[in-house]
């Protein structure tokens, strides 16, 4: 069963606009959640996280909202810019501990 | 330079000849996992330490096994690979607990191809 859940693929998205990436879980412990990027032929890398106490974690052009009662999450990217393009992470944790459990992925495409 | 590496980076094998991948982290992170990439499966987790002498099976241990001797190291040893081992492997670390507890460094990945 999957715990978190990224459901589009892929998105598309003009530079300069905003892109929103979605995320959803099921387990009701995890209380901790991040988002990591990857570009191909490297490893992932850590981008923002937020935890279950706060409902937005701001960093630079990147924002991170949870909605706990939906079990959902997002990332807004604004503005967006080709160098964003790369596959998008969802992972959540639950109890301070360190073992994540990974959605599928967002491959975010940027245009120019 | 903070990092986890991981050797080698490109491995082709064929079926049932053992091979290990080696892990390491210069971070002091008592917390190590491995990881596989499948295209359309995203990132599981295979096994994980949380300290040395401590490993625990992660969501697809079948087929894998770790050590951690040492804090710094986490080697992925295939006794006997199969094609459906065909994938891109990552290593990551972290602190247990606290801070940044939850906040892994991957390493750049290892694909293996086993014909």
């Known amino acids: 069963d999957q715990q978190v859940k990224q459901n589009s693929p892929s998105l598309s998205v003009q530079e300069g606009r905003i892109s929103i990436l979605n995320c959803d879980y099921t387990?009701?412990?995890?209380?901790?959640f991040l988002w990591y990027k990857k570009y191909p032929a490297e490893g992932p890398t850590f981008l923002i996280s937020i935890s279950s106490i706060k409902d937005k974690n701001e960093d630079g052009r990147f924002t991170v909202f949870l909605n706990k009662s939906a079990k959902h999450l997002s990332l807004h990217i604004v503005p967006s810019q080709p160098g964003d393009s790369a596959v998008y992470f969802c992972a959540a944790s639950e109890g301070g501990y360190s073992t994540l459990t990974f959605g599928k992925g967002t491959m975010l495409l940027v245009s120019p | 330079e903070a990092q986890v590496t991981q050797n080698p980076r490109y491995l082709i094998t064929v079926t049932g000849k053992k091979l290990t991948v080696t892990c390491s982290q210069n971070?002091?992170?008592?917390?190590m996992s491995w990881y596989r990439q499948d295209p359309g499966l995203g990132l599981r987790q295979i096994y994980y330490s949380m300290n040395v002498e401590v490993t625990d099976k992660g969501d697809v241990p079948e087929g894998y096994k770790v050590s951690r001797k040492e804090k710094r190291n986490f080697p992925l040893i295939l006794e006997s690979p199969s094609p459906n081992q065909t994938s891109l492997y990552f290593c990551?670390?972290?602190?247990?607990?606290?801070?940044?507890?939850?906040?892994?460094?991957f390493g750049p990945g290892t694909r293996l191809t086993v014909l």
């Open positions: 971070m002091n992170h008592e917390y």
């Open positions: 990551a670390s972290s602190p247990a607990q606290g801070r940044g507890s939850n906040e892994q460094f």
């Open positions: 387990n009701s412990m995890f209380d901790y």
